[in-house]
C-alpha cells in the first residue's frame, strides 16, 4: 500500500470520535484499501452493501427509507 498522509489524520480523529467516515473523492482513488489495510483492528462498513446497512439500522444508526 502506497503510504497516505491522510492516515496519521485519521487516527488523530479516531481518537476524538467514536465513528470516523471516509466519503467522497474519485473512484478507485484507494479510500477502501486505506481504511481496510491500515486500520485492521476498526470494522469496515461499506454503504453500497444493503447487508451493511440492515447491520447499522439494527444499531439506529441510520434509517433506511
Known amino acids: ?3 497516505r498522509r491522510l492516515t496519521s489524520y485519521i487516527r488523530k480523529m479516531l481518537g ?3 465513528v ?3 466519503t467522497g473523492g ?3 482513488l484507494g479510500k ?3 481504511l481496510t489495510h491500515a ?3 476498526y470494522k469496515y462498513l461499506n454503504f453500497r452493501s444493503w ?3 440492515l447491520i447499522i439500522n ?3 444508526f441510520i434509517y433506511i427509507w
Open 32 to 34: 477502501t484499501t486505506l
Open 58 to 60: 439494527s444499531i439506529n
Open 26 to 28: 474519485p473512484r478507485q
Open 20 to 22: 470516523v467516515s471516509l
Open 16 to 18: 476524538k470520535f467514536p
Open 51 to 53: 447487508h451493511n446497512l
Open 39 to 41: 486500520f485492521l483492528d
Open 1 to 3: 500500500m502506497i503510504p
